[in-house]
């Protein structure tokens, strides 16, 4: 860092010292001759007057001045701007105008302190951007400005990576300065409180360096002194066009010479030492003496890297000679070396592992004058490990604060550890490039369009918009964003449908969308529009009456559902050219009772009944469809139907059934949904079924069902309970998948972080979790426990409860008995795989535990389904029906038994 002293009321006399923050004490003895004269020339540049320069690769802030004012600085010929839109935090401050000095910089009059947060950035994007080299300056003068009396310390970052820590004293002007290779377009200088007062800064300057500059060292370099020789005067901009500060320095004993020729750069030197800066220089007053230069560090690993330039800058006589060594701490380090005629040379070197240190200049016996030195400049080098936020991400992050005018303390990177941006989270999978994975903009007051800067967001996973006011309409770019699987937007004004690409993404079971009803269903009326020629299938399957009552508790009882491909008349395309080849598309469409009227022709096909409405077949189109309608009695039924349109307008997911449409016409309500030709699973399970579903096609259909069911569980936000998992809620499409179905008593979770909810008891007997039961809690391990159930029935081919018998308590007779044969449906006659079927009566088992902390999650089964229909495709016939008791020793489940 480098120092300058600000005497209250004193003119400006300046003096730099190599300094060490932590050791006070820290002595730069310059000259060791027989003679002590303080050489200061009192020759004050009042009025520098400089070319205005190109300052395109600066950027200078005076902190603290009043908000978007600028101006030029009088001294320098800077062009310094308020810290707005660099910084959205802190309050403006001034300094005592004691500790004002003519001298002192402008800048440092005033200042912005952070009384809030823990942590305060600037951010700065220079234009031309990363993979380039800039000094950055940080200048603090405290002043007492707070009257406190009492200066703070604090720290200093860069991004992530801390630069420094921070301390002065009342009077004293700071400067803080590092060099810097960018691997990002964004800069953050952060100032974080460290519990020793609340952080300020007067100035923060960045200015581009020559890339060819510093380059002997790939870390980061921050300045520990920038010393000129033989002069009194400080050289800045505009005499470096880099805008380096070069203090002078109070040296005893030593004289001072100068000349008014410029001086130029040799080529060793890299480092574009200022003509001004070189132009003088410093000798002993006895020529005889050595020159010397000292400091001391705060610990033997501290490392430097010296700079020293020397030029001649005396005119020498043809006899005459200058020629002198460089010594190190007393060891020879460089010569001889003789200064070239009015051109710079650079001698360079690192070095660490001493606590003190002393840079001896010395003439040569050849030498007939004295040894001279013109300017040194010291470094520490740092690693900064630069984590930072890949630039496109770190963009669409800003554009996206600033579109929506977020007051929240978003700053710095918005990726750094530690200080994450609320609501926000990244992976860091990768250390070099944090990527934005999750972005939670729930009700914080956005209005306006979905900012079309998030498109760049191409790692994000979940996106949470919800309960804002954004307006206009969901934007095509968001079922580009290829990794997108949660996306909320309900509690929003969008005025126009969803995207068809999202609603496909959403349908595939790629994507769990939340959104307002309107946007799946037409809630303007009038708009009508006839299908695409040709861009409906047609459904040609036969229908198959779908008949399911459960009969055992009145409460509920079933729905069936239905399908599509979905098509219509009715269907409203608002532009046919973005769903050119349009299937199950949800229908954006409010139905009138009318519409259902003749799609069911006037109920004419009843295939279904349940406690609360009665489920009839439909055409729309010429696609088949189901069209459940309340019946008008039922008062808890409409909470059922309001709750399944909820939430089947918001999951999306292939083994969930789908919905079509809906009609909610004073007291006529009924929901449409795709046709299911198949009915429902128990219709193929159980007795009376011609049909007999294979062992493989089984383990499909519960590897379906468990995948709606661990959607709805994990993958939607909060988590969904379905309530009523069993097998007449499994049904069955052309093609036997299997998709959830009737969704009247399903419950999200509402708060995050509650792992439950109390509710009325509601299920089916003989699926109902017992823990439930008795404790009134509802968990997601609910539904596990009733897919056990369905899956005893899937390979039992036994419902849950028959004659009495109670399906659980029959199977683990069964495994009691060892027998795995004597479980599976005997129609099947053997044609399964024995190490399968264990393993999928071990996961029955496990499912229904009585304990819901010792069932698995619906991941875990979905895994193991996955893996028992892996093992089952890849069976021969010569492996099947291997030996029992072997097979069960290789399992690993012991609660087996
Ligand atoms: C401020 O700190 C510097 C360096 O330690 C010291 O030389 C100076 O006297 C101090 N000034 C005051 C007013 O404490
Ligand atoms: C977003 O935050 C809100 C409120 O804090 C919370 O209710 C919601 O579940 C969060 N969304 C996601 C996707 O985590
Ligand atoms: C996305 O990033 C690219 C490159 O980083 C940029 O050119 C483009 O303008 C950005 N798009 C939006 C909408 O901000
Ligand atoms: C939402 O936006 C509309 C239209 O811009 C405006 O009239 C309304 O006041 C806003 N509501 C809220 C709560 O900000």
Not at 852 to 865: F, G, H
Request: charged share 20%; proline share 4%; with cysteine.
């Amino acid at each position: 860092m480098i120092f300058k002293l600000l005497p209250p009321g004193q003119p400006s006399t300046h003096v730099s010292k190599g300094f060490n923050l932590t050791s006070p004490a820290v002595e730069m003895a310059l000259f060791r001759g027989f003679y002590s004269v303080l050489i200061l020339q009192v020759a004050l540049s009042l009025a520098m007057v400089h070319a205005q320069g190109d300052q395109s690769g600066f950027i200078s802030i005076d902190c603290g001045i009043s908000e978007g004012s600028n101006y030029t600085d009088k001294k320098s010929g800077l062009n310094y701007v308020s810290d707005t839109g660099f910084t959205d935090s802190g309050i403006n401050g001034e300094i005592l105008s004691r500790y004002k000095s003519n001298t002192l910089d402008l800048q440092l009059n005033t200042l912005r302190s952070f009384p809030q947060n823990t942590r305060n950035c600037y951010t700065l994007r220079p234009e031309q951007g990363k993979g380039k080299r800039y000094l950055i300056r940080a200048r603090f003068t405290y002043g007492n400005y707070d009257l406190k009396v009492q200066p703070p310390q604090f720290d200093l970052y860069l991004g992530s990576d801390h630069w420094s820590r921070v301390g002065f004293n009342v009077s004293w002007a700071m400067d803080y300065e590092i060099i810097h290779l960018t691997s990002s377009d964004y800069i953050y200088v952060c100032l974080v409180n460290i519990g020793l007062g609340n952080p300020f800064i007067s100035a923060l300057e960045l200015r581009l360096l020559d890339s060819t500059m510093y380059a002997d060292d790939l870390r980061s370099l921050t300045s520990s002194t920038r010393t000129n020789f033989g002069t009194s005067e400080t050289v800045r901009y505009a005499d470096d066009i880099y805008d380096r500060i070069w203090y002078p320095i109070a040296a005893t004993g030593s004289k001072s010479v100068q000349t008014s020729s410029p001086i130029s750069l040799g080529s060793s030197t890299k480092e574009k030492v200022p003509s001004k800066v070189m132009s003088t220089a410093n000798i002993p007053k006895n020529p005889t003496d050595d020159l010397f230069y000292s400091w001391r560090a705060t610990d033997k690993t501290q490392e430097y890297l010296m700079y020293i330039y020397f030029a001649e800058i005396e005119a020498l006589e043809t006899n005459q000679t200058r020629e002198f060594d460089i010594y190190l701490n007393g060891d020879y380090w460089d010569g001889p070396i003789s200064p070239l005629d009015h051109t710079t040379s650079t001698y360079f070197t690192k070095f660490y592992n001493s606590t003190s240190y002393e840079v001896t200049i010395r003439r040569t016996n050849n030498s007939i004058l004295p040894p001279m030195y013109n300017a040194i400049e010291l470094y520490n080098p740092i690693s900064l490990q630069q984590r930072q936020t890949e630039d496109q991400d770190a963009t669409a992050m800003w554009s996206t604060k600033s579109t929506y005018e977020l007051k929240r303390n978003w700053q710095g990177d918005p990726c750094v550890p530690n200080y994450i941006w609320d609501g926000v989270n990244c992976s860091n999978s990768d250390p070099d490039n944090l990527r934005i994975i999750s972005m939670n903009l729930s009700s914080s007051g956005l209005s306006g369009e979905i900012a079309p800067g998030l498109a760049n967001l191409t790692m994000i996973r979940s996106l949470d918009l919800s309960y804002n006011n954004l307006t206009g309409s969901v934007p095509k770019f968001l079922a580009s964003l290829d990794f997108l699987r949660i996306l909320n937007l309900t509690g929003n004004n969008f005025t126009r449908p969803l995207p068809a690409e999202l609603l496909e993404k959403a349908k595939n079971g790629q994507l769990s969308l939340r959104s307002a009803p309107h946007l799946f269903f037409c809630s303007d009326q009038g708009k009508t529009g006839a299908c695409p020629k040709g861009s409906c299938k047609k459904n040609k399957k036969n229908k198959v009456v779908i008949v399911v009552i459960a009969t055992l508790v009145a409460l509920f009882v079933l729905l069936t559902i239905l399908i599509v491909l979905w098509i219509a008349k009715r269907r409203r395309i608002q532009d046919p050219s973005i769903v050119p080849d349009q299937r199950i598309v949800p229908s954006k469409q409010c139905f009138t009772y009318s519409e259902v009227l003749e799609i069911t022709k006037n109920f004419s096909d009843v295939i279904g009944k349940g406690g609360f409405g009665t489920v009839f077949s439909g055409l729309i189109g010429n696609t088949q469809a189901a069209v459940k309608m309340l019946s008008e009695s039922s008062a808890q039924g409409y909470k059922e139907f309001q709750a399944e349109v909820h939430l089947l307008m918001s999951v999306h997911h292939k083994n969930i059934t789908s919905l079509v449409g809906y009609c909610d016409e004073g007291k006529h309500k009924g929901i449409i949904y795709e046709y299911m030709a198949n009915g429902n699973l128990g219709m193929h399970l159980f007795d009376g079924s011609t049909h007999i579903l294979s062992w493989k096609k089984r383990l499909q259909i519960g590897y379906d069902a468990a995948q709606g069911l661990e959607y709805m569980h994990h993958g939607c936000k909060p988590p969904i309970v379905h309530r009523d998992v069993k097998c007449t809620n499994i049904l069955l499409n052309e093609n036997l998948q299997a998709k959830l179905a009737d969704f009247g008593l399903s419950r999200a979770f509402t708060t995050e972080g509650d792992t439950h909810v109390s509710t009325v008891i509601a299920g089916t007997p003989g699926y109902l979790d017992p823990e439930y039961f008795t404790t009134n809690r509802l968990t997601e391990k609910s539904d596990v426990y009733s897919f056990g159930v369905v899956l005893m029935e899937l390979i039992t081919g036994r419902p849950a409860i028959s004659a009495d018998i109670y399906i659980i308590n029959w199977v683990k007779s069964m495994v009691e008995k060892g027998s795995v044969e004597d479980i599976i449906d005997p129609r099947l006659h053997g044609d399964f795989e024995t190490n399968t079927a264990w393993k999928v009566v071990e996961l029955a088992m496990a499912c229904v535990d009585s304990s819901s902390v010792e069932r698995p999650t619906m991941n875990d089964v979905v895994m193991d389904l996955k893996d028992c229909l892996k093992a089952e495709k890849g069976a021969t016939p010569n492996n099947l029906n291997q030996n029992m008791s072997l097979s069960f020793e290789s399992m690993r489940i012991p609660n087996l038994r």
